[in-house]
């Protein structure tokens, strides 16, 4: 008897504990997404015209969402397809190779995008390929808020 509650209660903590590393990745991921959609409203008001350029915003703003864009793809384990607030679809883990390779463009697109943009011309000119980037991932891979 004692045996039983004791494996009772050992699979009760070990399921227990997969949903909190579940929710711990899931809410890893949204942060670090927030983190980078925060990242882009400096970049697109300058595009826009509503604030002013300036290369260090930007730097700072296309460095981060390059590290973000290396660390994502590993906070989205098998294991987290299911379960917990996502928008992510189930999609991600159909075609992951696709979902990671566009991670990898994106952190390539902001890293070259670095390196290009110097004043308000080539900021237009050069953010299209990130900005594109996070679009296709969007369209493809999150679900759409209702």
Do not use: Y
Not at 26 to 34: C, P
Not at 53 to 65: H, N, R
Not at 117 to 140: E, P, R, Y
């Amino acid at each position: 008897m004692k045996l039983r509650i004791a494996t009772i209660v050992g699979l009760a903590v070990a399921v227990s504990g997969v949903a909190v590393a579940q929710t711990d990745v899931i809410a890893q991921r949204k942060a670090i997404l927030k983190q980078m959609g925060e990242a882009t409203k400096p970049i697109a008001a300058m595009m826009k015209g509503e604030a002013t350029f300036d290369q260090a915003v930007v730097q700072k703003s296309l460095g981060a969402i390059a590290a973000d864009a290396k660390k994502l793809p590993a906070l989205f384990p098998a294991d987290s397809k299911t379960g917990g607030d996502t928008a992510a679809l189930p999609k991600i883990w159909d075609d992951k190779a696709k979902f990671d390779d566009l991670f990898a463009k994106l952190a390539a697109a902001a890293t070259a995008a670095q390196g290009t943009i110097k004043d308000q011309a080539s900021l237009k000119a050069n953010m299209g390929s990130v900005f594109g980037t996070c679009k296709s991932c969007h369209d493809d891979f999150r679900a759409k808020k209702s």
